[in-house]
């Protein structure tokens, strides 16, 4: 079965239970026994809806705390939505919260070997790819260091390099112009070029508004995990503008 | 409410590429725990033969267990091995998911992999240990038989046990971080209550039964009789022996297979809300 949509997201929802005093000891469950907890369901994402069509690049923004990275999650199949639909139709090499999950007692080469191969890459590919990977994070004077001695750029940029080397159709990106210099995001956006004369589909997940705009077909605003709006990049980005002009004044005290 | 129904997406990758998965993170696994120690992977040998020394100096000597049977020696190496093997693989077993936090949080891939890795390098060393007893065997001029093989399918049971308890306890520690003191205590009982420093002779008929309900002790002396008693028939005490009847054997082997599918339903159960939950 082909569909033309890489991403069918239907009506889903998404809570975390957060107890306020959390309890993971039997020690505070014997000490305070009558003290019971009470539990919060902090709702992430409410009632989400939207398509991604196969070769979009599809934005999604949004103010902090809105539930992102969540949906991203669980575009992944990271976290599992409590509600609602989520289809996938393709490849999809993931790239959430500034890393791909390194280990940072092992060095750079062993890291290279754990995700690639996780990403779906098999030995030979790895071996075929390791120099480019390297190359392309410029990191090739460090491969041997272990990656707690890395900076957050350094593993910004392998991390980067790791996610678009191995195969796929769909690549999630969060936050990846957070930490890394001005010439490391010039490359990332010849990389945004080449993948669109790919046919690849990008979902990107950015405070850079202007990128935003200048890469993506379309966005989806999320605030506080309601969908505001889903359209063309630049309506969606003028819908984020009036949303904080809106709160800026309900802010304000009126006399 | 919609009437939308919340799926399960863990994409399935050909099993090939599983196994690959399986094989990085064992190595990887085994590269972390002998990493900056000088002698490494000896460890892993001496540990077990020191606690073989300490506990024959104390009990073969100064109690005199070491009298009842020219075996006693080799068997209780067999008993330590075996045992050094359920608690290593069982307790890495319980911390994998939480120790694997940062690839569950970002990666999606089967998770049964990373138990599977973590027992897998336990197994590692029990390979490696078995080696050792082979020497020891053949210095004490036991004569190989055919029979031997059934040692395979005792080890994949081992395995399997190991596996399940694991499953079981990566799980629950993902909730309650208790686990791992009690863990260690029930260990340690586990022990004391297997006949790995006394004979399974000397326990009360009732505490056969009892010890034999648990597939660690079949396992045990089913390696033990198919290595060292072929000459000592009435030493041959299994499963079938303990519960009176032939049938009697399959009691453990059953245990074994629950704990593995009750492992194997609780871990799939549970697994989509590991990320948000380590």
């Known amino acids: 079965m082909t569909s033309s949509y890489a991403f069918d997201v239907r009506n889903v929802s998404k809570s975390f239970v957060l107890p306020h005093h959390r309890r993971t000891t039997f020690k505070e469950v014997f000490l305070h026994p009558w003290q019971r907890t009470t539990y919060e369901r902090q709702e992430a994402l409410k009632d989400v809806s939207f398509q991604v069509e196969k070769g979009e690049f599809f934005g999604i923004i949004g103010p902090n705390g809105s539930g992102k990275s969540t949906l991203l999650k669980i575009l992944a199949s990271i976290y599992r939505q409590n509600e609602g639909e989520v289809r996938v139709d393709g490849l999809v090499s993931p790239f959430i919260e500034l890393g791909v999950g390194f280990n940072p007692a092992l060095n750079a080469r062993d890291n290279i070997r754990v995700n690639g191969t996780l990403l779906g890459l098999n030995r030979r590919e790895l071996e075929a790819k390791f120099d480019e990977i390297v190359a392309f994070a410029e990191l090739e004077r460090f491969v041997d260091q272990k990656l707690k001695n890395y900076s957050s750029g350094m593993q910004l940029r392998l991390a980067y390099s790791i996610a678009i080397q191995v195969p796929f159709d769909i690549l999630l990106l969060d936050e990846v112009l957070a930490v890394g210099d001005a010439s490391f995001q010039e490359k990332c956006f010849a990389t945004f070029r080449r993948f669109r004369e790919e046919g690849k589909t990008m979902i990107f997940v950015s405070h850079d508004l202007e990128a935003v705009s200048q890469h993506c077909d379309r966005a989806l605003l999320l605030d506080l995990g309601v969908p505001k709006a889903v359209g063309p990049a630049t309506d969606v980005i003028d819908a984020y503008d009036a949303l904080g002009r809106a709160a800026r004044t309900s802010a304000v005290p009126t006399t | ?278």
């Open chain 2, 1 to 278: 409410m919609t009437q939308t129904k919340a799926t399960g997406r863990i994409p399935s990758r050909s099993f090939r590429h599983q196994l690959r998965i399986l094989h990085v993170l064992a190595s990887v696994d085994f590269k972390l725990k002998y990493a900056d120690s000088a002698l490494g992977y000896v460890w892993s040998v001496l540990k077990p033969l020191m606690l073989f020394t300490v506990l024959y100096l104390v009990f073969g000597r100064v109690f005199h267990l070491g009298a009842i049977s020219r075996y006693y020696s080799l068997s209780l190496l067999i008993g330590i091995v075996l045992f050094t093997f359920f608690s290593d693989a069982t307790s890495i077993g319980m911390t994998s998911i939480v120790a694997r936090e940062s690839l569950i949080r970002k990666m999606t891939f089967p998770r049964l992999i990373i138990p599977m890795s973590a027992t897998l390098t336990a197994a590692i060393t029990l390979g490696v240990n078995l080696t050792v007893i082979a020497g020891f065997v053949a210095w004490n001029r036991v004569v190989p038989r055919l029979d031997w093989l059934l040692i395979i399918p005792l080890l994949i049971e081992l395995y399997a046990i190991a596996l399940g308890v694991s499953l079981i306890l990566s799980t629950l520690f993902v909730r309650f971080r208790d686990i791992g003191q009690i863990w260690e205590l029930l260990l340690q009982l586990l022990f004391y209550a297997s006949p790995i420093i006394y004979p399974v002779g000397y326990l009360p008929g009732w505490a056969k039964k009892l010890t034999f309900l648990n597939p660690f002790t079949q396992t045990m002396q089913d390696i033990r009789s198919l290595v060292l008693y072929n000459d000592l028939a009435p030493n041959r005490i299994t499963a079938a022996v303990a519960f009176g009847s032939p049938a009697g054997r399959l009691i453990p082997i059953g245990v074994a297979i629950t704990l593995l599918s009750l492992g194997l339903f609780l871990f799939r159960r549970e697994q989509p809300w590991f990320a948000e939950r380590v």
